[in-house]
Protein backbone atom coordinates (compact mmCIF):
# COMPACT_ATOMS: atom_id res chain seq x y z
CA UNK A 1 0.00 0.00 0.00
CA UNK A 2 1.04 3.50 -0.74
CA UNK A 3 -0.24 6.53 0.94
CA UNK A 4 0.90 10.47 0.64
CA UNK A 5 0.59 13.02 3.56
CA UNK A 6 -2.71 14.33 3.27
CA UNK A 7 -1.38 18.62 2.50
CA UNK A 8 -1.13 19.65 -1.03
CA UNK A 9 -1.62 16.88 -2.77
CA UNK A 10 -0.34 16.63 -5.97
CA UNK A 11 -2.28 14.38 -8.11
CA UNK A 12 0.12 14.55 -11.01
CA UNK A 13 3.09 13.67 -9.00
CA UNK A 14 1.59 10.62 -7.51
CA UNK A 15 0.19 9.07 -10.65
CA UNK A 16 4.31 8.92 -12.06
CA UNK A 17 4.80 6.73 -9.13
CA UNK A 18 2.32 4.36 -9.39
CA UNK A 19 2.35 0.90 -11.06
CA UNK A 20 0.22 -0.65 -13.94
CA UNK A 21 -0.90 -3.54 -11.99
CA UNK A 22 -4.60 -4.41 -11.18
CA UNK A 23 -5.84 -3.14 -7.70
CA UNK A 24 -7.97 -0.91 -5.88
CA UNK A 25 -7.97 2.29 -5.23
CA UNK A 26 -8.97 4.54 -2.47
CA UNK A 27 -9.38 8.43 -2.08
CA UNK A 28 -9.20 10.02 1.48
CA UNK A 29 -9.88 13.28 2.40
CA UNK A 30 -8.47 15.52 5.27
CA UNK A 31 -10.39 14.80 8.15
CA UNK A 32 -9.53 11.12 7.06
CA UNK A 33 -12.92 10.10 5.77
CA UNK A 34 -13.18 7.96 2.40
CA UNK A 35 -14.34 9.68 -0.29
CA UNK A 36 -14.10 7.01 -3.44
CA UNK A 37 -12.81 3.39 -3.82
CA UNK A 38 -12.51 2.02 -7.32
CA UNK A 39 -11.00 -0.61 -9.47
CA UNK A 40 -8.78 -0.83 -11.96
CA UNK A 41 -6.95 -3.31 -14.57
CA UNK A 42 -4.37 -0.71 -15.21
CA UNK A 43 -3.77 1.39 -12.19
CA UNK A 44 -1.45 4.47 -13.35
CA UNK A 45 -4.04 4.26 -15.96
CA UNK A 46 -7.06 4.64 -14.36
CA UNK A 47 -5.66 7.33 -11.15
CA UNK A 48 -4.18 9.36 -13.65
CA UNK A 49 -8.04 10.01 -15.71
CA UNK A 50 -8.57 12.02 -12.62
CA UNK A 51 -5.62 13.96 -12.33
CA UNK A 52 -4.57 14.67 -15.84
CA UNK A 53 -7.97 15.34 -17.87
CA UNK A 54 -8.66 19.09 -18.02
CA UNK A 55 -12.37 19.22 -17.42
CA UNK A 56 -14.72 16.95 -15.17
CA UNK A 57 -17.97 15.83 -14.29
CA UNK A 58 -19.07 17.94 -11.46
CA UNK A 59 -19.17 15.52 -9.31
CA UNK A 60 -15.74 14.03 -10.08
CA UNK A 61 -14.34 17.42 -9.72
CA UNK A 62 -15.72 17.92 -6.52
CA UNK A 63 -14.69 14.49 -5.18
CA UNK A 64 -10.70 15.18 -6.74
CA UNK A 65 -10.89 18.99 -5.46
CA UNK A 66 -10.99 16.70 -1.53
CA UNK A 67 -8.59 14.37 -2.11
CA UNK A 68 -5.97 14.46 0.08
CA UNK A 69 -4.65 11.03 0.10
CA UNK A 70 -4.56 7.91 -2.25
CA UNK A 71 -3.94 4.74 -0.90
CA UNK A 72 -3.10 1.80 -3.61
CA UNK A 73 -3.92 -2.37 -2.69
CA UNK A 74 -2.54 -4.15 -5.56
CA UNK A 75 -4.34 -7.36 -6.37
CA UNK A 76 -3.48 -10.31 -8.90
CA UNK A 77 -6.22 -10.09 -11.44
CA UNK A 78 -8.77 -7.27 -12.69
CA UNK A 79 -11.45 -9.71 -10.91
CA UNK A 80 -10.02 -10.12 -7.56
CA UNK A 81 -9.83 -6.25 -7.92
CA UNK A 82 -13.65 -6.31 -8.56
CA UNK A 83 -14.47 -8.72 -5.53
CA UNK A 84 -12.35 -6.72 -2.84
CA UNK A 85 -13.65 -2.74 -4.39
CA UNK A 86 -17.42 -4.58 -3.66
CA UNK A 87 -16.13 -5.62 -0.72
CA UNK A 88 -15.19 -1.95 0.55
CA UNK A 89 -17.68 -0.52 -0.73
CA UNK A 90 -19.94 -2.03 1.28
CA UNK A 91 -18.31 -2.26 4.44
CA UNK A 92 -17.09 1.61 4.58
CA UNK A 93 -20.13 3.35 2.38
CA UNK A 94 -17.48 5.90 0.92
CA UNK A 95 -19.54 8.82 -0.02
CA UNK A 96 -19.30 8.89 -3.90
CA UNK A 97 -19.72 5.72 -4.80
CA UNK A 98 -22.98 3.50 -5.51
CA UNK A 99 -23.84 1.91 -2.92
CA UNK A 100 -26.79 -1.17 -2.06
CA UNK A 101 -28.31 -0.03 1.06
CA UNK A 102 -30.14 -3.65 1.73
CA UNK A 103 -28.31 -5.67 3.63
CA UNK A 104 -31.18 -8.33 5.12
CA UNK A 105 -30.98 -11.96 5.23
CA UNK A 106 -33.41 -13.28 2.63
CA UNK A 107 -35.71 -15.84 3.93
CA UNK A 108 -36.12 -19.67 2.99
CA UNK A 109 -38.82 -22.28 3.30
CA UNK A 110 -36.96 -24.76 5.78
CA UNK A 111 -38.12 -28.73 5.61
CA UNK A 112 -36.48 -30.57 8.13
CA UNK A 113 -34.77 -33.93 7.78
CA UNK A 114 -34.00 -35.57 11.79
CA UNK A 115 -37.92 -35.90 12.13
CA UNK A 116 -40.51 -39.59 11.45
CA UNK A 117 -42.68 -36.08 10.78
CA UNK A 118 -40.98 -33.47 9.10
CA UNK A 119 -42.10 -29.89 8.73
CA UNK A 120 -42.08 -26.87 6.60
CA UNK A 121 -41.42 -23.22 8.29
CA UNK A 122 -40.10 -19.61 7.52
CA UNK A 123 -36.46 -19.59 7.60
CA UNK A 124 -34.53 -16.43 7.54
CA UNK A 125 -30.49 -16.26 9.41
CA UNK A 126 -27.83 -18.93 8.89
CA UNK A 127 -28.81 -22.32 7.71
CA UNK A 128 -27.67 -24.14 10.89
CA UNK A 129 -30.42 -26.81 10.96
CA UNK A 130 -30.26 -30.20 9.00
CA UNK A 131 -32.27 -30.22 6.82
CA UNK A 132 -33.59 -28.64 2.98
CA UNK A 133 -33.44 -25.03 2.51
CA UNK A 134 -35.47 -23.67 -0.39
CA UNK A 135 -35.21 -20.33 -2.12
CA UNK A 136 -34.74 -17.61 -1.34
CA UNK A 137 -37.49 -15.57 -1.53
CA UNK A 138 -37.70 -11.74 -2.72
CA UNK A 139 -39.79 -10.70 0.37
CA UNK A 140 -41.20 -12.28 3.67
CA UNK A 141 -44.69 -12.18 1.78
CA UNK A 142 -43.71 -14.42 -0.46
CA UNK A 143 -42.80 -17.25 1.66
CA UNK A 144 -45.65 -16.70 4.06
CA UNK A 145 -47.77 -17.26 0.88
CA UNK A 146 -46.47 -20.22 -0.21
CA UNK A 147 -46.35 -21.72 3.16
CA UNK A 148 -50.17 -20.67 2.69
CA UNK A 149 -50.68 -22.95 -0.29
CA UNK A 150 -48.19 -25.60 0.88
CA UNK A 151 -50.74 -26.32 3.81
CA UNK A 152 -53.84 -26.14 1.32
CA UNK A 153 -51.93 -28.81 -1.19
CA UNK A 154 -50.09 -31.80 0.96
CA UNK A 155 -50.46 -30.82 4.71
CA UNK A 156 -47.31 -31.18 6.11
CA UNK A 157 -47.02 -29.71 9.72
CA UNK A 158 -45.73 -26.22 9.92
CA UNK A 159 -45.55 -25.69 13.82
CA UNK A 160 -42.71 -25.76 16.26
CA UNK A 161 -41.14 -29.17 17.38
CA UNK A 162 -41.87 -27.85 20.58
CA UNK A 163 -45.52 -27.62 20.28
CA UNK A 164 -46.13 -30.58 18.37
CA UNK A 165 -44.56 -33.32 20.65
CA UNK A 166 -46.85 -31.60 23.47
CA UNK A 167 -50.59 -32.18 21.58
CA UNK A 168 -52.51 -34.29 23.00
CA UNK A 169 -55.34 -33.78 20.67
CA UNK A 170 -55.42 -32.30 17.32
CA UNK A 171 -54.70 -28.05 17.22
CA UNK A 172 -57.50 -26.07 14.96
CA UNK A 173 -54.77 -26.51 11.74
CA UNK A 174 -56.27 -30.17 11.16
CA UNK A 175 -59.99 -29.16 11.93
CA UNK A 176 -59.69 -26.82 9.21
CA UNK A 177 -57.77 -29.01 6.84
CA UNK A 178 -54.77 -27.86 6.45
CA UNK A 179 -52.96 -30.68 8.62
CA UNK A 180 -53.34 -34.23 9.24
CA UNK A 181 -52.40 -34.59 12.96
CA UNK A 182 -49.03 -36.17 13.08
CA UNK A 183 -48.74 -34.61 16.20
CA UNK A 184 -51.32 -37.39 17.67
CA UNK A 185 -50.90 -40.45 15.05
CA UNK A 186 -53.81 -39.70 12.59
CA UNK A 187 -51.42 -40.53 9.88
CA UNK A 188 -48.71 -42.87 9.26
CA UNK A 189 -44.92 -42.12 8.50
CA UNK A 190 -45.35 -44.08 5.41
CA UNK A 191 -48.58 -41.72 4.18
CA UNK A 192 -46.58 -38.36 5.79
CA UNK A 193 -43.55 -39.40 4.20
CA UNK A 194 -45.16 -39.38 0.50
CA UNK A 195 -46.67 -35.82 1.25
CA UNK A 196 -43.55 -34.27 2.70
CA UNK A 197 -41.67 -36.16 -0.88
CA UNK A 198 -44.52 -34.04 -3.05
CA UNK A 199 -43.99 -30.65 -1.20
CA UNK A 200 -40.35 -30.86 -1.92
CA UNK A 201 -40.60 -32.00 -5.68
CA UNK A 202 -43.04 -28.84 -5.55
CA UNK A 203 -40.60 -26.76 -3.95
CA UNK A 204 -37.92 -27.76 -6.29
CA UNK A 205 -40.28 -26.86 -9.48
CA UNK A 206 -41.50 -30.24 -10.50
CA UNK A 207 -45.30 -29.28 -10.01
CA UNK A 208 -45.95 -31.77 -13.39
CA UNK A 209 -44.46 -34.69 -11.62
CA UNK A 210 -46.83 -34.52 -9.04
CA UNK A 211 -49.73 -33.65 -10.80
CA UNK A 212 -48.80 -37.39 -12.57
CA UNK A 213 -48.28 -39.17 -9.70
CA UNK A 214 -51.80 -37.21 -7.89
CA UNK A 215 -53.91 -38.36 -11.21
CA UNK A 216 -52.99 -41.99 -11.53
CA UNK A 217 -53.88 -42.12 -7.61
CA UNK A 218 -56.70 -40.35 -8.41
CA UNK A 219 -57.58 -42.94 -10.89
CA UNK A 220 -56.82 -46.33 -8.41
CA UNK A 221 -59.25 -45.02 -6.02
CA UNK A 222 -61.68 -44.35 -8.49
CA UNK A 223 -61.52 -47.71 -9.28
CA UNK A 224 -61.19 -49.37 -5.85
CA UNK A 225 -64.56 -47.29 -5.31
CA UNK A 226 -62.88 -44.86 -2.49
CA UNK A 227 -64.83 -41.73 -3.89
CA UNK A 228 -63.91 -39.60 -1.16
CA UNK A 229 -60.03 -39.95 -1.83
CA UNK A 230 -60.46 -39.47 -5.36
CA UNK A 231 -62.43 -36.17 -4.94
CA UNK A 232 -59.55 -34.92 -2.41
CA UNK A 233 -56.79 -35.86 -4.73
CA UNK A 234 -59.11 -34.08 -7.71
CA UNK A 235 -59.18 -31.42 -5.77
CA UNK A 236 -55.51 -30.98 -5.66
CA UNK A 237 -54.65 -31.88 -8.70
CA UNK A 238 -56.98 -29.01 -9.79
CA UNK A 239 -55.27 -26.13 -7.32
CA UNK A 240 -51.77 -27.58 -8.42
CA UNK A 241 -52.91 -26.72 -12.56
CA UNK A 242 -54.15 -23.68 -11.60
CA UNK A 243 -51.06 -22.51 -9.39
CA UNK A 244 -48.76 -23.86 -12.42
CA UNK A 245 -51.00 -22.07 -14.56
CA UNK A 246 -50.55 -18.69 -13.03
CA UNK A 247 -46.93 -19.25 -12.43
CA UNK A 248 -45.19 -20.75 -14.81
CA UNK A 249 -42.76 -19.13 -16.97
CA UNK A 250 -42.32 -20.09 -20.69
CA UNK A 251 -38.73 -21.25 -21.75
CA UNK A 252 -37.62 -20.41 -18.25
CA UNK A 253 -36.22 -23.81 -17.20
CA UNK A 254 -32.88 -22.65 -15.67
CA UNK A 255 -32.39 -20.70 -12.82
CA UNK A 256 -32.96 -16.74 -13.43
CA UNK A 257 -32.95 -12.95 -12.48
CA UNK A 258 -34.34 -10.19 -14.20
CA UNK A 259 -32.47 -6.79 -13.55
CA UNK A 260 -34.04 -3.28 -14.47
CA UNK A 261 -32.55 0.14 -13.76
CA UNK A 262 -34.50 3.34 -13.98
CA UNK A 263 -32.69 6.81 -13.39
CA UNK A 264 -34.51 9.99 -12.24
CA UNK A 265 -33.75 13.34 -10.21
CA UNK A 266 -30.78 11.62 -9.04
CA UNK A 267 -32.43 8.80 -7.51
CA UNK A 268 -32.34 5.23 -9.14
CA UNK A 269 -34.56 2.19 -9.11
CA UNK A 270 -33.36 -1.22 -9.71
CA UNK A 271 -36.25 -4.02 -10.15
CA UNK A 272 -35.66 -7.49 -10.00
CA UNK A 273 -38.00 -10.21 -10.97
CA UNK A 274 -37.14 -13.62 -9.31
CA UNK A 275 -37.29 -17.16 -11.07
CA UNK A 276 -36.63 -20.30 -10.00
CA UNK A 277 -37.44 -23.96 -11.47
CA UNK A 278 -39.32 -22.21 -13.86
CA UNK A 279 -41.53 -20.36 -11.63
CA UNK A 280 -42.08 -16.85 -10.91
CA UNK A 281 -40.96 -15.77 -7.01
CA UNK A 282 -42.20 -12.00 -7.19
CA UNK A 283 -40.23 -8.95 -7.85
CA UNK A 284 -38.06 -6.72 -5.29
CA UNK A 285 -36.97 -3.11 -6.09
CA UNK A 286 -33.86 -1.56 -4.73
CA UNK A 287 -33.09 2.59 -4.10
CA UNK A 288 -29.26 2.60 -3.88
CA UNK A 289 -27.25 5.64 -2.56
CA UNK A 290 -26.72 7.21 -5.82
CA UNK A 291 -23.68 10.01 -6.42
CA UNK A 292 -24.52 12.76 -9.33
CA UNK A 293 -24.51 12.07 -12.80
CA UNK A 294 -24.71 8.13 -12.55
CA UNK A 295 -25.37 6.08 -15.55
CA UNK A 296 -27.85 3.24 -15.07
CA UNK A 297 -24.82 0.55 -16.76
CA UNK A 298 -22.60 1.69 -13.97
CA UNK A 299 -24.47 1.74 -11.61
CA UNK A 300 -26.42 -2.41 -12.49
CA UNK A 301 -22.81 -3.13 -12.89
CA UNK A 302 -22.04 -2.00 -8.82
CA UNK A 303 -25.48 -3.79 -7.61
CA UNK A 304 -24.73 -7.10 -9.82
CA UNK A 305 -21.34 -7.10 -7.72
CA UNK A 306 -22.39 -6.35 -4.32
CA UNK A 307 -25.90 -7.89 -4.28
CA UNK A 308 -24.33 -11.25 -4.99
CA UNK A 309 -21.39 -11.45 -3.55
CA UNK A 310 -22.97 -12.79 -0.38
CA UNK A 311 -25.82 -14.53 -1.94
CA UNK A 312 -26.94 -17.33 -4.00
CA UNK A 313 -26.17 -16.85 -7.85
CA UNK A 314 -28.98 -18.18 -10.22
CA UNK A 315 -27.89 -19.19 -13.85
CA UNK A 316 -28.66 -16.30 -15.60
CA UNK A 317 -28.93 -12.94 -15.22
CA UNK A 318 -31.28 -10.72 -17.59
CA UNK A 319 -30.03 -7.25 -18.35
CA UNK A 320 -31.03 -4.34 -21.35
CA UNK A 321 -28.04 -4.14 -22.54
CA UNK A 322 -23.92 -4.64 -22.32
CA UNK A 323 -22.36 -3.32 -19.13
CA UNK A 324 -19.20 -1.79 -18.71
CA UNK A 325 -17.66 -4.55 -16.92
CA UNK A 326 -19.27 -7.23 -18.54
CA UNK A 327 -17.04 -9.94 -19.18
CA UNK A 328 -15.05 -9.09 -15.45
CA UNK A 329 -18.76 -9.54 -13.75
CA UNK A 330 -19.10 -12.97 -15.77
CA UNK A 331 -15.78 -14.02 -14.88
CA UNK A 332 -16.33 -13.18 -11.38
CA UNK A 333 -19.73 -15.06 -10.76
CA UNK A 334 -18.15 -17.98 -12.11
CA UNK A 335 -15.28 -18.01 -9.78
CA UNK A 336 -17.46 -17.13 -7.60
CA UNK A 337 -20.13 -19.89 -7.70
CA UNK A 338 -17.77 -22.53 -9.48
CA UNK A 339 -20.18 -23.00 -12.39
CA UNK A 340 -21.46 -21.15 -16.17
CA UNK A 341 -23.34 -17.91 -14.82
CA UNK A 342 -24.83 -16.26 -18.44
CA UNK A 343 -25.15 -12.36 -17.99
CA UNK A 344 -27.32 -11.55 -21.26
CA UNK A 345 -28.37 -8.45 -22.74
CA UNK A 346 -30.55 -8.01 -25.73
CA UNK A 347 -32.51 -11.09 -25.34
CA UNK A 348 -35.70 -11.63 -27.11
CA UNK A 349 -38.97 -13.39 -26.61
CA UNK A 350 -40.21 -14.41 -22.89
CA UNK A 351 -36.78 -13.38 -21.73
CA UNK A 352 -37.63 -9.45 -23.69
CA UNK A 353 -40.80 -9.31 -22.09
CA UNK A 354 -40.13 -9.93 -18.71
CA UNK A 355 -37.25 -7.87 -18.69
CA UNK A 356 -40.04 -5.37 -19.98
CA UNK A 357 -41.61 -6.00 -17.42
CA UNK A 358 -39.01 -6.03 -14.83
CA UNK A 359 -38.38 -2.10 -16.03
CA UNK A 360 -42.02 -1.19 -16.06
CA UNK A 361 -41.52 -2.01 -12.33
CA UNK A 362 -38.65 -0.07 -11.78
CA UNK A 363 -40.29 3.34 -13.54
CA UNK A 364 -43.42 2.78 -11.96
CA UNK A 365 -41.41 1.94 -8.07
CA UNK A 366 -39.64 5.27 -8.98
CA UNK A 367 -42.54 7.55 -9.37
CA UNK A 368 -43.89 6.47 -6.31
CA UNK A 369 -40.35 7.10 -4.72
CA UNK A 370 -40.16 9.88 -6.10
CA UNK A 371 -43.89 11.46 -5.31
CA UNK A 372 -43.29 10.15 -1.71
CA UNK A 373 -39.64 12.28 -1.58
CA UNK A 374 -41.35 15.17 -2.75
CA UNK A 375 -44.32 15.19 -0.03
CA UNK A 376 -42.07 14.42 2.55
CA UNK A 377 -40.21 17.42 1.22
CA UNK A 378 -43.34 19.37 1.91
CA UNK A 379 -44.42 18.33 4.84
CA UNK A 380 -40.57 19.11 5.89
CA UNK A 381 -41.07 22.59 5.16
CA UNK A 382 -44.23 23.10 6.40
CA UNK A 383 -42.79 22.03 9.96
CA UNK A 384 -40.16 24.64 9.11
CA UNK A 385 -42.26 27.37 8.80
CA UNK A 386 -44.41 25.95 11.77
CA UNK A 387 -41.69 25.70 14.17
CA UNK A 388 -39.83 29.23 12.67
CA UNK A 389 -36.53 27.11 12.09
CA UNK A 390 -34.10 28.69 10.17
CA UNK A 391 -33.62 25.41 7.61
CA UNK A 392 -35.89 22.70 7.09
CA UNK A 393 -34.64 19.91 9.53
CA UNK A 394 -32.76 16.79 8.82
CA UNK A 395 -33.27 14.62 11.27
CA UNK A 396 -36.58 14.00 13.85
CA UNK A 397 -36.52 12.03 16.93
CA UNK A 398 -39.35 11.23 18.55
CA UNK A 399 -40.01 8.89 22.54
CA UNK A 400 -42.96 7.22 23.34
CA UNK A 401 -43.14 4.88 26.33
CA UNK A 402 -45.07 1.54 26.70
CA UNK A 403 -46.33 -1.11 29.00
CA UNK A 404 -48.75 -2.89 30.50
CA UNK A 405 -49.70 -1.45 33.52
CA UNK A 406 -46.48 -0.93 34.41
CA UNK A 407 -45.27 -4.34 33.61
CA UNK A 408 -41.81 -4.07 31.72
CA UNK A 409 -41.85 -1.18 31.05
CA UNK A 410 -39.86 0.28 27.30
CA UNK A 411 -39.40 2.80 25.22
CA UNK A 412 -38.93 3.85 21.71
CA UNK A 413 -36.56 6.17 19.67
CA UNK A 414 -37.33 6.52 15.77
CA UNK A 415 -35.38 8.65 13.72
CA UNK A 416 -36.81 10.61 10.33
CA UNK A 417 -34.80 12.36 7.60
CA UNK A 418 -36.43 13.83 4.28
CA UNK A 419 -36.20 10.16 2.78
CA UNK A 420 -38.82 9.04 5.47
CA UNK A 421 -37.89 6.31 8.39
CA UNK A 422 -34.17 6.13 9.40
CA UNK A 423 -34.66 2.38 10.55
CA UNK A 424 -31.26 1.18 11.13
CA UNK A 425 -31.10 4.48 13.42
CA UNK A 426 -33.92 3.47 16.19
CA UNK A 427 -33.23 2.56 19.53
CA UNK A 428 -35.46 1.10 22.43
CA UNK A 429 -34.93 1.26 26.10
CA UNK A 430 -35.77 -1.00 28.55
CA UNK A 431 -36.65 0.93 31.60
CA UNK A 432 -35.33 -0.63 35.29
CA UNK A 433 -35.72 0.93 38.53
CA UNK A 434 -38.34 3.46 38.51
CA UNK A 435 -41.79 2.52 39.75
CA UNK A 436 -44.42 0.45 38.02
CA UNK A 437 -46.40 2.88 35.45
CA UNK A 438 -44.48 6.66 36.44
CA UNK A 439 -44.30 7.35 32.85
CA UNK A 440 -42.20 10.64 33.73
CA UNK A 441 -39.18 8.60 35.25
CA UNK A 442 -39.32 5.88 32.00
CA UNK A 443 -39.26 9.32 29.78
CA UNK A 444 -36.23 10.72 31.98
CA UNK A 445 -34.52 7.68 32.27
CA UNK A 446 -34.58 7.07 28.56
CA UNK A 447 -33.85 10.77 27.17
CA UNK A 448 -30.73 10.23 29.93
CA UNK A 449 -29.48 7.65 28.01
CA UNK A 450 -29.89 8.20 24.37
CA UNK A 451 -28.92 11.78 25.03
CA UNK A 452 -25.75 11.32 27.84
CA UNK A 453 -23.68 10.11 24.18
CA UNK A 454 -24.86 13.46 22.53
CA UNK A 455 -23.14 15.37 25.47
CA UNK A 456 -19.93 12.98 25.47
CA UNK A 457 -19.72 13.75 21.90
CA UNK A 458 -21.22 10.52 20.55
CA UNK A 459 -24.06 10.02 18.24
CA UNK A 460 -26.14 12.32 16.61
CA UNK A 461 -28.15 15.57 17.54
CA UNK A 462 -31.68 15.81 16.50
CA UNK A 463 -32.82 19.10 14.80
CA UNK A 464 -36.27 18.69 16.30
CA UNK A 465 -37.34 16.19 19.11
CA UNK A 466 -40.73 14.97 19.44
CA UNK A 467 -42.32 13.85 22.40
CA UNK A 468 -45.24 11.42 22.45
CA UNK A 469 -47.14 12.98 25.67
CA UNK A 470 -47.80 16.59 27.69
CA UNK A 471 -46.60 19.08 29.84
CA UNK A 472 -45.15 16.85 31.73
CA UNK A 473 -43.64 14.70 29.42
CA UNK A 474 -42.20 18.16 27.83
CA UNK A 475 -40.79 18.85 30.90
CA UNK A 476 -38.92 15.77 31.05
CA UNK A 477 -36.83 16.60 28.26
CA UNK A 478 -36.17 19.94 28.75
CA UNK A 479 -34.89 18.94 32.51
CA UNK A 480 -32.70 16.39 30.51
CA UNK A 481 -31.13 18.61 28.04
CA UNK A 482 -30.50 21.94 30.14
CA UNK A 483 -29.17 19.04 33.15
CA UNK A 484 -26.49 17.40 29.84
CA UNK A 485 -25.65 21.28 28.99
CA UNK A 486 -27.31 20.54 25.19
CA UNK A 487 -28.78 23.63 23.21
CA UNK A 488 -30.18 24.01 20.15
CA UNK A 489 -32.40 21.01 20.23
CA UNK A 490 -36.12 22.02 19.70
CA UNK A 491 -37.86 20.15 21.30
CA UNK A 492 -42.13 19.32 20.61
CA UNK A 493 -44.90 17.95 22.85
CA UNK A 494 -48.13 16.12 20.64
CA UNK A 495 -50.35 15.61 23.09
CA UNK A 496 -53.95 13.65 21.64
CA UNK A 497 -56.79 16.47 21.27
CA UNK A 498 -60.04 16.34 23.77
CA UNK A 499 -61.77 14.04 21.09
CA UNK A 500 -58.27 12.00 20.74
CA UNK A 501 -59.29 11.93 17.17
CA UNK A 502 -56.53 11.85 14.61
CA UNK A 503 -55.59 15.53 13.27
CA UNK A 504 -57.02 17.21 16.28
CA UNK A 505 -53.78 16.72 17.86
CA UNK A 506 -51.81 19.46 19.64
CA UNK A 507 -48.50 20.54 19.77
CA UNK A 508 -46.20 21.36 22.60
CA UNK A 509 -43.60 24.21 21.71
CA UNK A 510 -41.32 25.27 23.58
CA UNK A 511 -39.25 28.45 23.61
CA UNK A 512 -35.86 28.00 21.56
CA UNK A 513 -33.85 30.75 23.54
CA UNK A 514 -35.03 29.88 27.21
CA UNK A 515 -36.41 26.20 26.91
CA UNK A 516 -39.59 27.11 28.74
CA UNK A 517 -42.92 25.80 27.47
CA UNK A 518 -44.59 28.50 25.28
CA UNK A 519 -47.44 27.88 23.56
CA UNK A 520 -50.10 25.19 22.67
CA UNK A 521 -51.07 24.97 19.15
CA UNK A 522 -53.97 23.22 17.06
CA UNK A 523 -52.16 22.85 13.44
CA UNK A 524 -55.48 21.17 12.17
CA UNK A 525 -56.33 17.89 9.98
CA UNK A 526 -55.43 19.69 7.20
CA UNK A 527 -51.76 20.62 8.15
CA UNK A 528 -48.82 18.91 6.44
CA UNK A 529 -46.90 19.53 9.59
CA UNK A 530 -48.73 17.94 11.57
CA UNK A 531 -49.21 15.22 8.91
CA UNK A 532 -45.27 14.51 8.88
CA UNK A 533 -45.59 14.97 13.45
CA UNK A 534 -48.35 12.55 13.51
CA UNK A 535 -46.61 9.84 11.20
CA UNK A 536 -43.40 9.59 13.08
CA UNK A 537 -45.57 9.67 16.65
CA UNK A 538 -47.28 6.64 15.22
CA UNK A 539 -44.31 4.63 14.13
CA UNK A 540 -42.48 5.59 17.71
CA UNK A 541 -46.06 4.40 19.20
CA UNK A 542 -45.65 1.35 16.72
CA UNK A 543 -42.10 0.37 17.80
CA UNK A 544 -42.81 0.72 21.39
CA UNK A 545 -46.03 -1.29 21.68
CA UNK A 546 -43.40 -4.07 19.54
CA UNK A 547 -40.79 -3.83 22.08
CA UNK A 548 -42.98 -4.10 25.03
CA UNK A 549 -44.80 -7.26 23.77
CA UNK A 550 -41.58 -9.08 22.44
CA UNK A 551 -39.81 -8.40 26.22
CA UNK A 552 -43.53 -9.60 28.43
CA UNK A 553 -43.27 -12.66 25.74
CA UNK A 554 -40.10 -13.63 26.55
CA UNK A 555 -40.24 -12.49 30.60
CA UNK A 556 -43.25 -14.74 30.36
CA UNK A 557 -42.33 -17.69 28.68
CA UNK A 558 -39.15 -17.88 31.34
CA UNK A 559 -39.42 -20.41 34.17
CA UNK A 560 -39.67 -18.78 37.80
CA UNK A 561 -36.91 -21.46 38.19
CA UNK A 562 -34.13 -19.98 36.02
CA UNK A 563 -34.01 -17.51 38.52
CA UNK A 564 -33.26 -19.82 41.50
CA UNK A 565 -29.31 -20.53 41.76
CA UNK A 566 -28.28 -23.96 41.75
CA UNK A 567 -31.12 -25.08 39.31
CA UNK A 568 -29.21 -25.44 36.08
CA UNK A 569 -31.35 -26.74 32.93
CA UNK A 570 -30.75 -30.67 33.58
CA UNK A 571 -32.26 -29.94 37.72
CA UNK A 572 -35.35 -27.78 35.86
CA UNK A 573 -35.94 -30.90 33.37
CA UNK A 574 -36.12 -33.28 36.29
CA UNK A 575 -38.57 -31.25 38.19
CA UNK A 576 -40.41 -30.44 35.79
CA UNK A 577 -41.16 -33.49 34.16
CA UNK A 578 -41.06 -35.46 37.66
CA UNK A 579 -43.68 -33.22 38.80
CA UNK A 580 -45.68 -32.42 35.62
CA UNK A 581 -45.00 -29.01 35.01
CA UNK A 582 -44.29 -25.95 37.23
CA UNK A 583 -47.61 -26.26 39.11
CA UNK A 584 -46.85 -29.13 40.53
CA UNK A 585 -43.21 -27.92 41.56
CA UNK A 586 -45.16 -25.39 43.52
CA UNK A 587 -47.27 -27.50 45.56
CA UNK A 588 -44.28 -29.61 46.11
CA UNK A 589 -42.68 -29.99 49.72
CA UNK A 590 -39.19 -29.58 50.43
CA UNK A 591 -39.34 -33.31 51.36
CA UNK A 592 -41.13 -34.38 48.21
CA UNK A 593 -38.14 -32.16 46.37
CA UNK A 594 -35.74 -34.10 47.77
CA UNK A 595 -37.14 -37.11 46.27
CA UNK A 596 -35.34 -35.51 42.63
CA UNK A 597 -32.22 -36.90 41.57
CA UNK A 598 -29.99 -33.70 42.19
CA UNK A 599 -31.99 -31.97 44.89
CA UNK A 600 -30.44 -31.93 48.09
CA UNK A 601 -32.02 -30.69 51.39
CA UNK A 602 -30.55 -26.58 51.10
CA UNK A 603 -31.38 -26.69 47.50
CA UNK A 604 -34.88 -28.04 48.07
CA UNK A 605 -35.33 -25.67 50.91
CA UNK A 606 -34.28 -22.60 48.22
CA UNK A 607 -36.42 -23.86 45.88
CA UNK A 608 -39.59 -24.09 48.22
CA UNK A 609 -38.74 -20.48 49.49
CA UNK A 610 -38.08 -18.58 46.15
CA UNK A 611 -41.48 -20.26 44.64
CA UNK A 612 -43.40 -18.92 47.37
CA UNK A 613 -42.26 -15.58 47.68
Not at 45 to 56: A, C, E, I, T
Not at 317 to 346: F, Q, S, Y
Not at 569 to 598: D, I, S
Amino acid sequence: MQSIVPQAFDGKAFVHSLTTSPGVYRYVDAAGRLLYVGKAGNLKKRVSSYFLKPQMKPRVASMVAQVARVEITVTRTEAEALLLESQLIKSLKPRYNIILRDDKSYPYIYLSSEDDYPRLGFHRGAKRLAGRYFGPFPSTSAVRESLTLMQKLFKVRQCEDSYFRNRSRPCLQYQIGRCTAPCVGLISTQEYARDVRHAQMFLEGRSSAVIDEQANAMEEASQTLEFERAAMLRDQVAMLRQLQAQHYVQGASADMDVIACRIESAVACISVLFFRDGSSLGTRDFFPHLPMDAEAGDVLSQFIAQYYMDRPVPRELIVAERLPDHALLTELLMKRTGRVVELKANVRGERARFLHMAEHNAQVALTQRLSSRQTLAVRFEALRQLLALPESPKRLECFDISHTRGELTVASCVVFGPEGPEKSHYRRFNIEGITPGDDYAAMHQALTRRFRKVAEGEGLRPDVLLIDGGDGQVAQALDVLAGLGLIGIRVVGVAKGPARRAGEEILILTDGSSGSAARHIHPGYASPALHLVAAVRDESHRFAINAHRKRRDKARKRSTLEDIPGVGAKRRAALLRTFGGLAGVEAAGVEELMRVTGIHQDLAQRIYAALRN
